[in-house]
């Protein structure tokens, strides 16, 4: 039996554009589930005139009748995620959908400053992370020392927990020459019973709700947040985030089996970005660097910080594509390229005199790469994005789709999906029903 459900992954270093296809294509999903990574994630939705922007909560969460679900594979700072619920609920958006998983971990004070502190440790090897605690969330998750959105609802276990962690915490942020955290036992279950308060009733066993809902036909949408690049097995290690984001993350994250997954999309951005520190072998510097950031708008939702940009790289597709099993891509932010002359493609990376189109794990070897471009020609843009949108995929310039077309033949994956502009509006979909 063909399930009806859709993962969306990031097939770069994040920044893709997936809220936007996400949000497009949770349109007609049921069920719309974040599997990994926290507030670190940041997505930009725009829906008519409002803007929606969204760090923890699932773009689906502003579609009313959607259920949006909090995976066990995220991590969750339930401050930042009241501020996002109070977002949605004043611009007149419904949180009835929410469910959060009793099995997710939380992230308290004491991860952001330590996340702090060891970026300082670590001195000019620093990862650039966002600094919002999610390494030293996932660090107790593996060390079998987190607390879980489901312990919020056991007073007893959650006194244990804060008795034992906080002191433990203290004396490493005092090893770390951290930031004072100035919390302490009481005050930290006195803020913990609040959350109770606020969210208790959107905690449940989501990987029975996911399950059951795939098991009775409903459509369910898996959110990928980072990108394919950032895992911590696959991406560019250490230059990663913590948790798993490519396929294989989905079944962990969300709590399904393998076999369960039907289709998944990788938002690929027509050019490259990416955030903080490690290797990009594509990296445009300078004065061509500055113009493509500001044509693409490339700064952080959730630092602000100005994106490292550059050409496309297919060798960093096509890892991407092996490690999550891309059935289309939703190719992104086409129209930032208009109006260029020429676009170098990279097909393969020349490292040492040898040519590869396998990305190494090796972040001396990337240093070390050279890209090996094919130049493709550029097109000239248009005045009237929804004119073109209308005429479909044969009304874009001759070139872009030569561009495209390069792309889905040395991928050997369709693009199903072309984002000419920051509205859904601006999407031209060349599949059209996604659940069969
Ligand atoms: P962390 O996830 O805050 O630990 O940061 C680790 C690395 O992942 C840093 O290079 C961040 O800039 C990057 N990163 C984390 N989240 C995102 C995201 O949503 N988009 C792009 N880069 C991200």
Redesign the pocket.
Same mark, same amino acid.
Request: hydrophobic share 20%.
């Given at each position: 039996m063909i399930l009806p459900n859709l993962a969306i992954i #990031?097939a770069q270093? #994040? /920044?893709e554009g997936k809220g936007k296809i996400t949000d497009y294509l949770d349109e007609t999903a049921d069920l719309v589930v974040r599997f990994q990574? #926290?507030n670190?994630?940041?997505h930009t939705i725009t829906v008519g005139e409002r803007v929606f922007k969204l760090h923890s909560l699932p773009s689906g969460v502003v579609r009313k009748g959607n259920l949006a679900v909090i995976g066990n594979g995220v991590v969750m700072n339930v401050d930042d995620l009241l501020e996002e619920m109070e977002q949605v609920l004043s611009a007149g958006g419904s949180l009835e959908g929410l469910r959060i998983s009793d099995r997710a971990h939380l992230i308290f004070n004491y991860h952001k400053k330590l /996340?702090g502190a060891e970026e300082k440790y670590r001195g000019s090897d620093a $990862?650039?992370? !966002?600094?919002?605690?999610?390494?030293p969330a996932y660090q107790d998750k593996i060390a079998r020392i987190g607390v879980r959105a489901g312990d919020l609802l056991d007073d007893e276990l959650l006194k244990e927990k804060v008795d034992f962690i906080l002191p433990y915490k203290k004396d490493l942020m005092s090893m770390l020459d951290a930031e004072v955290c100035g919390c302490e036992c009481g005050m930290l279950l006195d803020k913990m019973r609040k959350w109770r308060e606020k969210i208790g009733g959107y905690i449940c066993d989501t990987s029975v709700l996911i399950n059951e809902a795939l098991d009775n036909g409903k459509k369910v949408l898996f959110e990928g947040?980072?990108?394919a690049m950032?895992d911590i097995d696959h991406g560019t290690y250490p230059? $990663? !985030?913590?948790?798993a984001t490519c396929g294989g993350g989905i079944c962990t994250g969300a709590g399904i089996a393998p076999k369960r997954i039907e289709k998944v999309v990788g938002c690929l951005k027509a050019y490259t !970005?990416? $955030?903080?520190?490690?290797p990009f072998v594509t990296e445009l510097h300078g004065k061509e660097a500055d113009a493509l950031q500001k044509k693409g708008g490339e700064f952080? $939702? !959730?630092?602000g910080?100005g994106?490292r940009c550059g050409w496309l790289d297919l060798v960093v597709a096509e890892h991407a594509s092996r490690m999550c099993g891309f059935t289309s891509f939703a190719i992104t932010k086409l129209d930032v390229l208009n109006d260029y002359d020429e676009l170098p493609v990279c097909v393969a990376y020349k490292i040492d005199g040898k040519e590869t189109k396998y990305f190494p794990a090796s972040i001396s070897k990337l240093e070390r790469a050279e890209p090996v471009y094919k130049t493709m020609k550029g097109w000239k843009g248009w005045n009237d994005t929804a004119s073109v949108v209308k005429g479909g995929y044969g009304a874009l310039p001759k070139e872009m789709r030569t561009y495209i077309e390069f792309i889905e033949n040395h991928m050997n994956v369709p693009a199903d999906i072309i984002s000419i502009g920051p509205d859904r509006a601006d999407t031209i979909d060349r599949k059209k029903n996604w659940w069969v």
């Open positions: #990031g270093w #994040g /920044d990574g #926290g670190n994630a940041g /996340d $990862v650039g992370t !966002t600094k919002k605690g999610i390494g947040a980072q990108g950032l230059y $990663v !985030t913590s948790s !970005t990416r $955030v903080g520190e490690g952080g $939702v !959730t630092t910080r994106r």
